[in-house]
């Protein structure tokens, strides 16, 4: 995978995302500082990760969704539950082809997070990490996160297979974070 043509075909899914990324840089897992490697570099759902780090649940906020058949592509931000703050952005394209009609409906309600959904109705799964990305924020990156424009946070790139196909690619930027 280039992470450099991923994020593009990523971003450009959803309408509207002009500014949303100033600069992206690669950087190896090894390379990448802490708290941020903790939060990345690892094959497990990012839901999981925020809420053990955040120390409660994270709800989902859709910003923008589109469809295509059994492919389905959205902009989310994860909010912490205690006081709605922003933990993370991110861009999902699903391919429905590979989960049940009732994890298809239930990821299309909105309401509960992707990786809270797949963990729930058991979908066999296994996550690839693509490549961990540092990330300058654009404008829109920057409201959505809470951070200021052009100020630097990480994010990754990943795939998730569901029962042993490749459904769900996403990018997933972490808000900036302290290290603890």
Do not use: W
Not at 138 to 161: C, D, P, V
């Amino acid at each position: 995978m280039n992470p450099t043509d991923e994020l593009q075909r990523l971003t450009s899914l959803i309408p509207h995302n002009e500014d949303l990324i100033r600069g992206v840089e690669h950087v190896s897992s090894a390379l990448t500082p802490e708290p941020y490697k903790q939060m990345l570099a690892h094959d497990h759902h990012m839901t999981v990760t925020m809420e053990k780090y955040h120390g409660c649940s994270v709800n989902v906020e859709v910003l923008q969704e589109v469809s295509d058949g059994d492919i389905y592509a959205r902009q989310i931000i994860l909010n912490r539950s205690d006081d709605g703050t922003p933990v993370q952005f991110g861009i999902v394209r699903f391919d429905f082809q590979y989960v049940t009609k009732k994890v298809r409906d239930e990821i299309q309600s909105r309401q509960i997070p992707l990786g809270r959904v797949l963990i729930t109705h058991n979908v066999l799964r296994h996550i690839d990490l693509g490549a961990i990305l540092k990330v300058t924020a654009g404008s829109k990156l920057a409201e959505a996160l809470q951070m200021k424009e052009g100020a630097t946070t990480y994010g990754r790139l990943a795939t998730i297979f569901c029962n042993r196909h490749p459904a769900v690619d996403l990018l997933e930027i972490s808000a900036p974070l302290e290290k603890k």
